[in-house]
């Protein structure tokens, strides 16, 4: 089983950026598609975005397009999450998540489809 941990939240000005870090450990995810998530108070889990086992393939979902950059380095067994331009409503619990696809260039965006999950870091932006 792969262990996810996740650094680099904190709290921020609108307009300022941070960058997210998911360090895998226990197994490679060289192999995996890998997502970002992000749950805001009383709010459901969403699906903020993904990449492909090559990094070939990312997807973002359109209220963090342009903003937030996903890449990873297999080498490091670790996956970022840059994020600029913050904004209010990007404050959440972001979750990296290792899913069921291999080798794959498909992103799953359903929580269901992801198999490990790291403990989650908080990213608050304040006006």
């Known amino acids: 089983q792969v262990q996810l941990a996740e650094s680099g939240g904190g709290t921020v000005q609108i307009g300022d950026s941070l960058r997210l870090s998911c360090a895998a450990s226990?197994?490679?995810?060289?192999?995996?598609?890998m997502g970002w998530f992000r749950q805001a108070p009383g709010k459901e889990r969403e699906f903020v975005t993904g990449?492909?086992?090559?990094?070939?393939?990312?997807y973002y979902v359109d209220s963090v397009k342009g903003r937030f950059t996903l890449s990873r380095d297999n080498a490091k067994n670790t996956v970022y999450l840059q994020m600029n331009s913050l904004k209010p409503e990007d404050t959440a619990v972001y979750y990296c998540?290792?899913?069921?696809?291999?080798?794959?260039?498909?992103?799953?965006?359903?929580?269901?489809?992801?198999?490990?999950w790291g403990q989650g870091t908080q990213v608050t932006v304040s006006s």
């Open positions: 226990g197994s490679t995810i060289s192999r995996s598609v």
């Open positions: 990449v492909s086992w090559d990094g070939s393939n990312t």
């Open positions: 998540a290792r899913s069921a696809y291999l080798s794959s260039s498909y992103v799953p965006t359903r929580p269901f489809d992801y198999l490990d």
